[in-house]
C-alpha cells in the first residue's frame, strides 16, 4: 500500500494566517492526490484533486500543488470556517489511502 | 444536486455481518461517469477507505478487508450496499458512502452513519 506522511499532525493558526500542510507519499503517485477538509461530525468534503484543481465551490484562498511524492496544501488567509482537519488521499493504485490527518486549530 | 443517504443497524453483534445501504438522490446511479464506494472512521481516528463499485457491478475492495467484504448496486432503487462479514470490535466505525469520479476521487459523500460492534 502506498503511506501518505501529512505534515504536521497538529497546527494552531490566527484567522488571516497563511498556512501550509504537506503531504509525503511513499512512493511515486505523479499528480493522483487530493485533499478533503474535515469538521467534527461531519463528512468530509473534497477540496482539490489532481493535487491543484479546486473544486466547484471551494474558495480561492485554497491552493494545491505538488507531483510525484510531494505535495502541498495551502490556505492563504486562514477564514473562522476553515478550522478542521484536513486529509490527503492517493488515488493512483488501489487501495486508495489517506493520510493520517492534520488538525487546523484556532490559536 | 446529488444526496447521498447511509441506513442500517447501528449495533451489530460480535461475529455478525454489517449491512448498510446508500440510497442516491438528485442523479443518477447508473451514470457511467461515476463510481459508489464506502469509506469509515473511528472514532477519534483517520479515514479507511473499503471499496468502490460500478454500475456494471466490477468492484474493487481493500485487501486488508476483502476477504469479508461485499459490495452490490441496484439501479432501480437507487442504493448500493455494503456488507462486512464476521465484525469485531475494531469494524466499529462511522460509515460513509461517496460518489466517486472515475480517478477514485470522492465528490459527494453521506452524513455517515455511527455502527457499534458490540454484544
Known amino acids: 500500500d502506498i503511506q501518505l506522511t501529512q505534515s504536521p499532525s497538529f497546527l494552531s493558526a490566527s484567522a488571516g494566517d497563511r498556512v501550509t500542510i504537506t503531504c509525503r507519499a511513499s512512493q511515486d503517485i505523479s499528480s493522483n492526490l487530493a485533499w478533503y477538509q474535515q469538521k467534527p461530525g461531519k463528512a468530509p468534503k473534497l477540496l482539490i484533486y489532481t493535487a491543484s484543481t479546486l473544486q466547484s ?10 507531483s510525484g511524492t510531494e505535495f502541498t496544501l495551502t490556505i492563504s488567509s486562514l477564514q473562522p470556517e476553515d ?3 484536513y486529509y ?20 | 444536486q446529488v444526496q447521498l443517504q447511509e441506513s442500517g443497524p447501528g449495533l451489530v453483534k460480535p461475529s455478525q455481518t454489517l449491512s448498510l445501504t446508500c440510497t442516491v438522490s438528485g442523479g443518477s446511479i447508473s451514470s457511467s461517469n461515476y463510481y459508489w464506494s464506502w469509506v469509515r472512521q473511528p472514532a477519534g481516528q483517520g479515514l479507511e477507505w473499503i471499496g468502490r463499485i460500478y454500475i456494471s457491478g466490477s468492484v474493487n475492495y481493500n485487501p486488508s478487508l476483502e476477504s469479508r467484504v461485499t459490495m452490490s448496486l441496484d439501479a432501480s432503487k437507487r ?12 469494524d466499529t466505525a462511522v460509515y460513509y458512502c461517496a460518489r466517486d469520479k472515475p480517478s477514485a ?7 455517515g452513519t455511527l455502527v457499534t460492534v458490540s454484544s
Open chain 1, 57 to 66: 465551490g471551494v474558495p480561492s484562498r485554497f491552493s494545491g500543488s505538488g
Open chain 1, 83 to 85: 478550522f478542521a482537519t
Open chain 1, 88 to 107: 490527503c488521499q492517493q488515488v493512483k493504485t488501489y487501495p486508495v489511502t489517506f493520510g493520517q490527518g492534520t488538525r487546523l486549530e484556532i490559536k
Open chain 2, 79 to 90: 442504493q448500493f450496499s455494503l456488507r462486512l462479514s464476521s465484525v469485531t470490535d475494531a
Open chain 2, 105 to 111: 476521487v470522492s465528490d459527494h459523500w453521506g452524513q
